[in-house]
């Protein structure tokens, strides 16, 4: 029989203090990219930096409610 490993604690299970919080620092990033003359060279990080977390989060949330849709090819462990 193979070893199982321990389930995570309830504080890794949850992602959306995570989401929220990187979200935040990449609005106040391309805020200050935009406001700041000495910062503009970093836009096209910035907005690049929102579209990923987009995305990421997009994904994210396709594969929960694929989870709840009991999809066979979704990942587990997204309550």
């Known amino acids: 029989m193979t070893p199982q ?5 309830p504080g890794l299970l949850k992602p959306w203090p995570v ?5 935040v620092g990449w609005l106040i ?4 990219a935009f406001t700041v003359s000495a910062l503009h060279t970093y836009r096209p990080f910035t ?3 929102l579209g990923v977390g987009v ?8 594969q929960r ?3 709840r849709r009991g999809s066979r090819g979704a990942q ?3 309550d």
Not at 5 to 9: D, H, I, S, Y
Not at 29 to 32: F, I, P
Not at 56 to 62: D, E, M, V
Request: net charge neutral; proline share 10%; aromatic share 6%.
């Open 55 to 62: 995305l990421g989060t997009s994904i994210f949330l396709w």
């Open 47 to 49: 907005v690049a930096g």
């Open 29 to 32: 990033a391309t805020l200050l």
């Open 19 to 23: 989401i929220v919080v990187i979200t």
């Open 5 to 9: 490993p321990p389930a995570l604690p």
């Open 76 to 78: 587990s462990g997204l």
């Open 65 to 67: 409610q694929a989870v």
